[in-house]
């Protein structure tokens, strides 16, 4: 399962990268924007899994994304990450089309369980 | 107390929690009540769970997803809500007199049994154990019988007090074990007592030890009921159901009550590691299964078991802190033992002053005696204000953790000294110039791990942060082993600030250079990193260090490290005086802040046209303030004798006095509301020959000097 993971913050995709990487996740795809991680959910033959997105990103924010990526892919899993001060903008996120959210900062066994679980459905 | 309904029972109850905490889209959340499900589903004893409970948990199981759904998120959770239902406890409520704060009291029938039934179900038929409990108790409760008498004689021992808390405890747990319900109940209300006692929530009379007392007899008589029966259940509930049980029980419950009024929830929510949601959550949850506060709040791993034990300490009392003062056992030993010497002082005294007789050299002796005991009081009365500074190393190890997590720098810590004692208010004000050399020193000091490698250091950075006696002072230090001060930038600096002029730069001694540093508004890294933060700069040490009288000094080696040595006086009750006179009033300046006397040539000194006196020394010339006008003095000869130097805030102040008497410890007064329109003054003091003098305040001392200063420089301009 290939998985995009779009957040401006480089620590973060780090972070993510290497959750994902100790759970036996590497078919990875990284972007730093809204407008690119569009970009590249449009390219010919991208079929993603699963999304992970920032809410605040520069160009194009996480919450327009969502809306814009269902468009594209009415299935696979978007998981919103999020800090506390972002909280109240999840309902919105989720009647876009949002699966869920994770507060940010996460442990990663944390974060992998969720990652698991999606994995688990499908 | 523990659950008798086994281990299904509790993860029905986590499932439940995790249920109710579930907020729309919370991922983590979804997973944990996942693991929750799949953790019920698991455990072997779900096959004998009733069948409606079985069902309803694989329905949930099975529609997991629907939670994330938005239409049928809410018929989930009504779903769930019917598993609340089934978690309530099996067990009828416990015998309880006391009313509950419930609002719905348990639904029991009204019976005429001691008892409600099922009460005696779980005790384990085991006659070895229930023996090997026997004995158990009858130990400790011989031993809890001898405790008791030595508490009547000395009540604060506390090792007494956790002797027979241990007793009662052990008891509690051992007869939980065997399903001894009344054993168990009994042993924990009296161990719930102890606990007030250890934490000096309740205090220790003649009422309270027969209460105990009488708590032993009781639990004797009860494993007198079960050896009697010779370990036969039967037998031995036969006799259990004739002690009315719960009259003692309310007895030892109605004390605790009185005594441990707050809510260990309300304690935990005040010290932030609960809120308020999960505070009503483990309430709930309470009201359905009669468990402690704490136990629900430990065992959904909302706290850690520690952080209960601390709560609960503090549920004890202690919350006054800020109006009383620890004092050790051995301190106040110590005091008494002096006092004591005290008093015989007092008679050899007046047994010289009666005896005509008595030799010069009794009279001496008598009075160095007086002397030494006095200092001894002076230092352990000081000593009881004290407090280690622990605290702040703890504070510290979190600041360098953090900002070295910020950083992307890994630093190995080291604190020496975390039992040098200072005094409380002088804790007070070092802890943000510390914070902030700290701060400094992993953010600037400390290289990042590659330029470290290429300098040939290990990539671990190491910070040593180390407090020390000093006769009547404290040296607190921060070493790093970092890059080290790079001169030539701190001087560039000052030059492009406008600080110092390319000449006087060129002129300037090591210790000059770091003094720059600690002037305001200077900062030697060009980019501003988040860490340090922008425009604030060393100065802020520099005056929190002033404010209790304590210096700061920087030892640095380039490419090897740097050192933040602050030197703290012991307390500011009593300082380090310099005495002055002028016009025969005596004047204190701290001594740590004086840096030469100057006997001035008359040649030497300049007056400008503004009135300002300036001393010309060795090719420097310092500002020369002249007190006597500050303090009020009628003009008279304003060329004093000599001349004080003093280092305030990286300047030099010349201070024009009569005389010197020199050094000495002052102990300071507060002045009364009329002199303390006296801007300059800290206190007063009060001399051996009982004349006083005037402890200056430099800060206040040296504003009005510069006020001064510019009025008269004002006057000069217009004229």
Redo the contacts between chains.
């Keep these: 399962m290939k998985i995009l993971i779009v957040d401006d913050s480089a620590v973060v995709r780090t972070v993510v990268t290497q959750a994902l990487g100790m759970a036996g996740y590497t078919d990875l795809a990284e972007a730093v924007d809204g407008v690119s991680a569009l970009e590249m959910a449009q390219a010919p033959g991208a079929a993603f899994g699963l999304y992970i997105l920032d809410v605040n990103m520069p160009r194009m924010d996480g919450i327009t994304l969502v809306a814009e990526l269902r468009k594209l892919d009415p299935r696979s899993p978007i998981?919103?990450l999020t800090t506390e001060t972002d909280k109240a903008k999840?309902?919105l996120?989720?009647?876009l089309g949002?699966?869920?959210?994770?507060?940010k900062p996460?442990d990663a066994e944390?974060?992998i369980?969720?990652v698991?679980?999606f994995v688990k459905?499908e | 107390m523990k659950r008798h309904t086994g281990g299904f029972a509790s993860r029905l109850l986590s499932l439940n929690t995790e249920i109710s905490r579930w907020q729309s889209g919370d991922l983590v959340q979804l997973s944990v009540i996942e693991q929750a499900l799949a953790g019920c589903t698991d455990d072997p004893g779900f096959g004998a769970r009733p069948p409606a409970e079985q069902e309803l948990v694989i329905r949930l199981k099975n529609s997991l997803w629907d939670l994330l759904d938005v239409e049928k998120e809410t018929p989930w959770l009504g779903l769930a809500a019917q598993l609340g239902a089934l978690s309530a406890p099996r067990l009828p409520p416990e015998t309880n007199p006391a009313p509950l704060p419930s609002p719905n009291p348990p639904e029991a029938p009204p019976s005429t049994d001691l008892y409600p039934p099922g009460y005696f179900d779980h005790i384990i038929q085991d006659p070895k154990m229930l023996g090997q409990l026997c004995d158990e108790v009858k130990e400790h409760m011989d031993i809890a019988q001898f405790t008791l008498v030595d508490l009547e004689f000395d009540s604060t021992n506390p090792e007494t007090i956790n002797k027979i808390f241990r007793a009662f405890h052990t008891i509690k747990s051992s007869a939980a074990f065997l399903g001894l319900k009344n054993l168990e109940e009994a042993a924990h209300a009296i161990e719930d007592i102890m606990v007030l006692v250890r934490d000096g929530a309740l205090p220790i009379d003649k009422d309270l030890i027969n209460v105990i007392f009488y708590g032993v007899g009781l639990l004797k008589d009860l494993v007198g009921i079960i050896e009697m029966s010779d370990f036969q259940v039967e037998v031995m509930v036969e006799s259990f159901r004739h002690i009315d049980l719960a009259r003692s029980i309310a007895i030892f419950k109605k004390i605790h009550k009185d005594h441990g009024n707050r809510k260990i929830g309300q304690i935990l929510q005040e010290s932030g590691q609960l809120d308020q949601s999960m505070v009503t959550l483990i309430l709930d949850q309470q009201k359905r299964t009669n468990q402690k506060f704490g136990e629900i709040a430990v065992e959904q791993n909302l706290i850690s078991e520690d952080d209960l034990k601390v709560s609960l300490r503090k549920q004890g009392g202690g919350t006054k802190r800020s109006s009383f003062v620890k004092v050790s056992n051995e301190r106040l030993n110590s005091l008494i033992d002096i006092v004591g010497e005290l008093v015989v002082n007092q008679s050899m005294l007046r047994q010289y002053l009666l005896n005509p007789e008595s030799s010069r050299e009794t009279g001496d002796r008598t009075f160095s005696q007086l002397e030494s005991i006095t200092t001894n009081i002076k230092n352990l009365v000081l000593s009881m204000g004290m407090v280690p500074i622990t605290e702040i190393f703890n504070k510290l190890r979190v600041v360098i953790r953090n900002t070295a997590a910020e950083t992307g720098k890994t630093i190995s810590v080291e604190f020496r000294g975390d039992d040098t004692e200072l005094d409380r208010n002088v804790i007070e004000n070092i802890y943000d110039p510390l914070v902030h050399i700290v701060r400094n020193a992993v953010d600037h000091g400390i290289e990042g791990p590659q330029d470290r490698k290429a300098a040939g250091k290990t990539s671990v950075g190491t910070i040593v942060v180390a407090a020390e006696h000093k006769g009547n002072s404290i040296e607190i230090s921060v070493s790093d082993d970092g890059r080290g001060i790079d001169q030539k930038a701190v001087l560039a600096k000052a030059v492009a600030n406008g600080l110092v002029t390319p000449a006087q730069a060129a002129a300037m001694s090591e210790r000059e250079v770091y003094a720059l540093l600690m002037l305001p508004g200077f900062s030697t890294k060009e980019v501003v990193t988040e860490v340090s933060g922008r425009g604030v700069g060393m100065d802020v040490v520099q005056q929190n260090v002033d404010l209790i009288h304590g210096k700061v000094e920087i030892h640095s080696q380039p490419g090897a490290g740097s050192k933040f040595v602050l030197r703290i006086p012991l307390t500011l009750a009593i300082i380090d005086g310099f005495v002055t006179v002028i016009d025969d009033i005596k004047y204190i300046f701290p001594f740590n802040l004086i840096e030469e006397i100057i006997v001035p040539e008359p040649t030497a000194l300049t007056r400008l046209d503004s009135g300002q006196f300036l001393l010309f020394d060795r090719g420097v010339y310092t500002p020369i303030i002249v007190a006597a006008d500050l303090f009020g003095h009628p003009a008279s000869d304003q060329t004093r004798k000599l001349v004080i130097v003093i280092s305030y805030e990286g300047s030099r102040y010349g201070i024009a006095v009569d005389a010197i008497l020199g050094k000495q410890e002052i102990v300071i007064k507060t002045l009364n509301e009329a002199l303390e329109s006296l801007q300059a003054f800290s206190g007063g003091t009060i001399f051996g020959d009982g004349s006083i003098g005037f402890v200056v305040d430099i800060e206040k001392f040296i504003l009005a000097a510069r006020g001064e200063t510019t009025r008269e420089q004002d006057k000069g301009r217009a004229s």
């Design positions: 998981i919103m999840m309902t996120a989720k009647e949002a699966t869920g959210w994770i507060v996460f944390k974060f369980g969720v698991k679980l459905k």
